[in-house]
Structure formats: C-alpha cells, structure tokens
C-alpha cells in the first residue's frame, strides 16, 4: 500500500500542496483531479520522488520511502504530463537507455522493446529522432518506458493526452487489465469522463487541499448529483462559466 | 468617387501588407539570433553589442597593423601598392562574413518553427520569403557597418590623408573603402545562403540535414582557424600577400580566381585607378555583387514547394540492424561495458555528441583552435620540420594538443544540458553506486573521441615515419591524455548533457596563466620528454609505467578524498556571494 501523511509542499512561502494524506492499496485505480495549478503535478512529482516534501512521509508497505528511496524508485514506472523526453534520441535509443538505466538484462530488453514497440505501432519510426514524433508517438514511447521494467506504483500524469481513440482504448483496458494484476495505480487527469470509467476512487485537489475523497459511486449518492463533472463543478468551479463564455465572444466580436 | 474608394481599398490592403511585412523581418531578423548555435535570447543586446565590439576593434586592429607603415612612410602611398593591404583586409572580411553565414546556416532559410508557427497565419507566401530576405539584407548591413565603421576612419588615415586634405575627397575615399568591402562582405555571406538553398533544392530537406550534419562543422573548424591565423599570426600570413605584386605583374590566373582580388578591383576602379587588370577584376566583382543573391532567391523560390512540404512530414526512417551490427556491439558491450548504467551513460553521450548540432559545433571549435595552433608552431618551427621523415618536437606535439583542446572541449559541452527537463529519467533510475555513471563518460570520451583520433594519428605518422615508431608515440599519446582526462573530470559529478549549469563557473579571466601553464606543461613539455626518450625502450616503457602510476594514483586519491556517497549534481547551485574562509566548511 502507498501511503502519503500530512504533505506539503512549499515554493518559497506559498503552498502548492497543503497537508495532503490519502492511500492508494494494491490493485486500486486512484483517480487525482482538480483544475489547473491545484497541486495535482506537484503531488505527482513528490510520488515519483523528483520532488521533496516541505513537510509530511510517504510510506511504500508500511516503510518511510527516504529510507530506501533507490529501492521505492525501482518500484515505480511514471509518465510525466509533458512531453519531458530527450529528443534527439530514438524511441529504441530511449527505451534501451531507460532499460539500462533500470538494469533489464539485455536479451530481455531488446525483445521488451519490440513488443512494447509493435503493440504501440511504432515499430517502423522506432529508430527515427523523437523530435519527428507526434505528441501521440511521445506519449506511447512514454508509456512504453514506465512499463518496461513490470513496476509495482504507476503514477500516471495524464497518460491519454495526445492519443487517438484506438490507443486510447488500449491504453483505458491496459490500466484495469494492470489494477487486476495487483498494481497501484495512480492516475491524474483533467478529463472527468475516463476518471469516472476507470477509476475505483476519485480524490479531488482544490488550491493544495483535498475537497474530495471518495469512490465515484459514493460522491454521486452523497451529492446528490448525477455525474463527476457536476461534482467537480460544485467543489471546484465556482466561476460562472456561462457569464466567461459570453465575455469571451463579446471580446472577439470587437473590431470584427 | 467609386475610384476614389477602389484606391482607398487597395492603399489600405497594401499598407496592411507592409506592416504585416515589417513585422515578419522584425521576427526573422531577432530569429538570427536565436539557432542552435546561437543562442542569444538571454540578454541579447549585451551579447550582440560584446560580439561585434569584439569584431569591431580586432578589424580595426588589423587595419592599424596593416597600414601603420605608411603613416611612417608617406611615399610608400605614391607606390601604389596598397591595394594589396585593401585585399588582405577584404579577404578578412570575407572570412568573417562566410564565418557568420555559417553561424547563421539553419536561419537563412525559414525552419521548422518559423513554418509550424506561420504557415496557419493569413500571410502571403511573396511575403514571407522576402521579408526572410530582407531580414537577412539587413543583418548583413547593420553587422557590416559596425564592424566595418573604425576600419573605414583608419584606412582614411592611413591611406588617403596624405593624397589630399580635402573633405569632399576623404568622405569619396571613405565610401568607396565602404562601398567595395560591403560588396565583398555581401556576396560571402550570400555565396553560403546561395549554398544552402542550392542544397535544400537539389536534395530535399532530409537530405539537407544529412549533409549539413558533416558540412557545417568542417566549415566551422576551416573559418576558425581562418580567425585564428589573422588573430595570431597576420603578419607572417600578410607575408603571403606580399606575393600578389609579382603575381600583378605575370598577370597570374590565380588574380582573376580569388574573389578578394575582384572587389580589390572595385576598389581601386571606384578610387581612380584605371589599371586594365582592375578594370576588368571589377566587372567580376560587380558580378559577384548581383548573382549570389539572385541565386540564392532563385533556388530558395524552387526549393520553397519542395521544402514547405517536406517540413511537414513526419520524417520516416526504418533503419535494420543487421544481425553483424548487433553481434558486434553485444560483443563489445560484454567486453567494456560491463554495467548496465555504464552502457546508458555511454550511448547517451556518444548520440548526444552525434546528433545535436551546438554540442557539434561547440567541440569544433576547440578542434579548429587546436589546427590553428599546430599549423602556427609547425610554421615558426619551419626549420626542424624541413626533413619530415625525422621525428622532431614540432610533429611529436600534435597528438596532445589536439588531445588537449578536445578534452577540454568536452569537459565544457558536457555541462551544456540538452533538454533539461528530461533529466527525471536518470533521477527517477539513480542507483546507489554513482561511479558507474562517471566511468560510462570516460570510456564514452575514449571510444567516440580519443581512439579514432589516435587511429587516425597511428595511420599518419605510420606515412610519416615508420609503424613503430607511430605506435610507441600514439601510445604515449593516448595515456597522457588519459591522464588528462583523469584530471580534467577529477571533480565531474554530473550525467552529462544532462544537468543544468551555471556559466562562467570556470573563471578563465582569473586562471587564464593557469590553464595556459597546463597546456605549455601538457603539450610541450611531455612531447620534450619524448623526444628524448623515444630511441630507448627502456626509458620509454619507464615513462609508461609512469603515467599509469599517476592515472591510479588519481584514481585511488578520488576514492579516498571524496565523499563515500557520492550526490549527482543535477541542478548547479550559484556559488555563495561571500565566500568565508572558515576551515571546517
């Protein structure tokens, strides 16, 4: 089990994440939302153990995971939101680098690398740079390295971004197909739709602070509203979204 | 009154397209600035204004030391022999300007961001490529006429001043010493736009790349070596030019072939001077002037269509490893790199050095300063090198400094990140033993750098003098720039290209006597030492063994002096602004 308790993340004085505890057990899709800047990123990157914590642990199996942090990384496979990849490489220079760097033996690196290759179609641009890469081919080559080395933890930031509908699918089963080997999964997205689908539970983060935690199921009957997105709507959106679109055509009518 | 209103439409729609025009040369010219290899989007102006001070005052230095003379010696100007100087400083400029197109290489024409960011705006294409053009006009000028302005005094001073005290003839003498050099400046830079062009159209944008990829570095080296000469050594290389008063007087092919001597031509025809080989080098240069530019725009308008849609495709490349390929590099894999981390580190560094252009052209520079430096002691040494066949100090020095200047080189680009955000990879798979990471660099060094370089070294003195010889040098060579490479990554805690850095940490304005006292040591001192040892076995092996007990001995004091755990340093912390002199920190 994967267990964050009391974290905080400061930069400078301001809090990007205030006090967050949650835990996500084995075979568990966690479903992060919260709109932009809420601090979802920000708790990712503390997962992943590229950031460090202003305050709060994080435990891995009942273990603080500072104790053995290189051991806790082993156990992790992380798609980062942006396109953070090395662009001069190949999508095979990139995976055999990433294989080596987690210490996959050779033999089984190579055969790893061409399937995860043809699964993803990407079999015939594998040795072009990743520059020539759409933001789709980035995001499966991505995809491919955090699984690469069959981890334990997979934290997710916005895995679909960027795919078309088929890899999409693929990618949707490929997540419930891992919750039921027995993974964690956590998954951060703004799309509220496949949160909803996928997600055994949903916490929502709201200016560093969770305003939510529950399963969809449970928020829906609590709330007393039809879908995830009037929930997010309520707890998160408190703009008139209706009066901002009328402005918004106002502006592009002037001097047109 | 219906006119009256068509011709209000058509100012108001061209007027429009002007603005819009101005815009697109504002963005192409600030673009020029802003490549792979020149990057000046932080503190642009300073960076600009240093760059052409630099160029400014060096071009109006070799304007004094070429010219001096005649305010020593007024009748050497009734000679007539000056428009000698006027082509050395014309091929100067010449050099310069090719050096900047080369520079300038991948925006002299519109790149992928200029296409993926304008092509959905309502632009015309007549508009975009000529404000492209026109913003190249206008680099080439605003360039030329700062780094030309206190030259043009000089050459007044030098040159005309004693013909006539007149104002009207020292402001004629000015602009035609103006006039003729931008001409020379002008086509320079255009005969490389021109080869751009030429290339994109003859072979696609792919194909382009490819070329470029070999090109544009072995141009890089060729004209900062040119640089260096006229820096270091344009007095000797001024000698050479001396040679052009016999060659007038043959009236030599050779005059009519080197472009210098054409706009040295329009020079002396515009100063006056009615002397048939003049005349008819000015009408090559009046050539000169006009088809390089029409070229380049001819060719740029062919390959437009070509390159517009070759941009937008995804590149596809399905590349085979043949099955020798790969049982080749298991073999070696199994044999040198025997971790899995040193193997990452290794490959990374050799695609990174292979396949981005700045870290490219970073080291290519160090590579021309090293040519430059050997041609320069190869040069005043003449008189040992008369008989090549003997082995002599002047010949024995060229491994290390080369070896010298290429370590050094890549001490530099490996601090120079490559998308610095990517580096979570290796943080997020750090292990706990770091030494694997570093090892991983420095066989990386030895296998992409140092063992072809004494491969092609062995094959040369092997012509030279004889294969043992060759091999007992080259081997000498090798470990001391082993040692080198021990010393200059002594303190290296970084995955290379992969770290942020902070510039200026390695303060060449304090060590400069520093590191020139290393590299007299290093180059001159170890080659003394095996001049005088190479006939004897004994003391050769002697000095082997020596070598390799300092190679150890760095490593083993690593070991034992630094840190037990040793942090990778991702991100470089600036150094405090006080610095105490408290021992225990």
Same mark, same amino acid.
């Given at each position: ?256 | ?238 000698? +050479? ?60 308008? +062919? ?257 034992? +002096? ?24």
């Amino acid at each position: 089990m994967l267990e964050l308790k009391g974290i905080t993340k400061k930069f400078l004085v301001f809090p990007a994440v205030n006090n967050v505890s949650f835990e996500v057990k084995p075979s568990e899709i966690l479903g992060y939302l919260g709109p932009n800047g809420a601090g979802k990123t920000t708790t990712i990157k503390i997962l992943a153990g590229l950031l460090k914590p202003t305050e709060g642990s994080i435990l891995f199996s009942g273990k603080d995971i500072k104790k053995n942090m290189y051991g806790y990384k082993k156990r992790i496979g992380y798609v980062p939101e942006e396109s953070e990849i090395y662009p001069y490489l190949s999508a095979y220079d990139y995976l055999q680098m990433v294989g080596r760097l987690r210490n996959i033996p050779e033999q089984i690196l190579e055969e790893k690398i061409e399937q995860f290759m043809s699964f993803f179609s990407l079999s015939e641009d594998m040795h072009s740079s990743i520059s020539s890469y759409s933001k789709g081919m980035i995001q499966k080559v991505l995809l491919s390295s955090a699984l690469l080395h069959n981890p334990d933890i997979l934290l997710l930031d916005e895995p679909l971004s960027g795919l078309d509908v088929e890899t999409s699918l693929i990618i949707k089963d490929l997540i419930k197909k891992l919750s039921r080997e027995g993974k964690i999964i956590f998954y951060c997205s703004h799309i509220l739709e496949v949160v909803e689908k996928i997600c055994s539970r949903v916490i929502i983060i709201h200016k560093g602070k969770i305003v939510a935690n529950d399963s969809v199921e449970n928020l829906r009957n609590l709330m007393k509203l039809p879908s995830l997105e009037e929930i997010f709507n309520q707890l998160v959106i408190h703009e008139d979204s209706e009066k901002i679109a009328e402005g918004v055509v106002q502006a592009m009518k002037h001097h047109s | 009154m219906h006119s009256m209103d068509i011709y209000e439409k058509i100012f108001s729609r061209s007027r429009g397209d002007f603005k819009q025009w101005l815009t697109l040369v504002r963005h192409f010219y600030r673009r020029l600035f802003i490549n792979d290899v020149v990057f000046f989007e932080e503190q642009m102006k300073e960076k600009i204004i240093a760059v052409i001070v630099i160029f400014a005052v060096f071009s109006a230095h070799l304007s004094h030391m070429l010219l001096w003379k005649y305010a020593w010696l007024p009748g050497l100007g009734s000679l007539g022999t000056s428009w000698v100087e006027k082509c050395y400083f014309i091929f100067f400029l010449m050099v310069l300007m090719s050096f900047i197109a080369v520079l300038e290489w991948d925006v002299i024409f519109l790149d992928s961001r200029d296409y993926s960011n304008l092509l959905p705006l309502p632009i015309k294409i007549r508009n975009l490529f000529s404000a492209k053009f026109a913003s190249v006009c206008v680099f080439i000028f605003l360039f030329y006429l700062v780094v030309n302005s206190l030259s043009t005094i000089l050459f007044w001073f030098y040159l005309a001043q004693w013909h006539s005290s007149s104002i009207f003839f020292g402001l004629r003498f000015m602009f035609v010493h103006w006039i003729s050099a931008f001409a020379a400046s002008f086509f320079a830079f255009f005969i490389f736009g021109f080869l751009v062009s030429a290339l994109i159209t003859l072979f696609g944008y792919k194909t382009f790349h490819q070329i470029s990829a070999f090109l544009r570095p072995v141009l890089i080296v060729f004209f900062v070596f040119m640089m260096v000469i006229f820096i270091a050594e344009s007095v000797s290389s001024f000698l +050479l030019f001396s040679e052009f008063l016999q060659l007038k007087e043959s009236n030599s092919l050779f005059l009519y072939l080197f472009p210098p001597m054409w706009f040295t031509g329009l020079y002396e025809v515009l100063a006056g001077n009615r002397d048939p080989l003049f005349m008819a080098l000015s009408v090559f240069a009046v050539f000169a002037f006009i088809i390089p530019p029409l070229a380049f725009l001819l060719t740029g308008a +062919l390959g437009y269509g070509r390159y517009i849609t070759k941009m937008q495709e995804v590149k596809k490349k399905t590349m085979h490893l043949v099955k020798l390929k790969k049982f080749l590099l298991r073999l070696f894999n199994r044999v040198f790199l025997r971790s899995r981390i040193q193997r990452a580190v290794f490959y990374f560094f050799g695609k990174i050095l292979k396949k981005s252009i700045l870290h490219k052209m970073r080291l290519a520079t160090y590579l021309a300063a090293s040519i430059a430096v050997i041609l320069v002691i190869l040069v005043s040494s003449a008189g040992i090198v008369q008989t090549l066949s003997t082995v002599n100090t002047a010949f024995l020095s060229i491994p290390l400094i080369l070896s010298f200047f290429l370590l050094v080189g890549i001490r530099v680009i490996v601090n120079i990140p490559i998308t610095v955000e990517a580096n979570w990879i290796f943080r997020l798979t750090e292990t706990k033993d770091k030494k694997d990471y570093f090892t991983g660099l420095k066989k990386g060094i030895f296998f992409f750098v140092l063992f072809p370089l004494f491969v092609l070294l062995f094959i040369f003195y092997s012509f030279l003098w004889n294969w043992q010889i060759s091999f007992f040098h080259c081997l000498y060579g090798i470990l001391a720039s082993l040692l080198l490479m021990e010393v200059l990554f002594y303190n290296y805690r970084k995955i290379p290209f992969a770290c942020s850095y902070l510039p200026g940490k390695g303060k060449l304005h304090y060590f400069w006597i520093l590191y020139l006292v290393s590299f007299l040591i290093y180059a001159f001192l170890l080659s003394f030492i095996e001049y005088k040892i190479l006939n004897s076995p004994l003391y050769l092996f002697i000095s082997y063994g020596i070598i390799f007990i300092l190679i150890a001995a760095l490593k083993a004091s690593k070991k034992s +002096l630094l840190p037990k755990r040793l942090e990778i340093m991702y991100e470089e912390m600036p150094e405090p602004a006080m610095v105490t002199l408290t021992p225990y920190e």
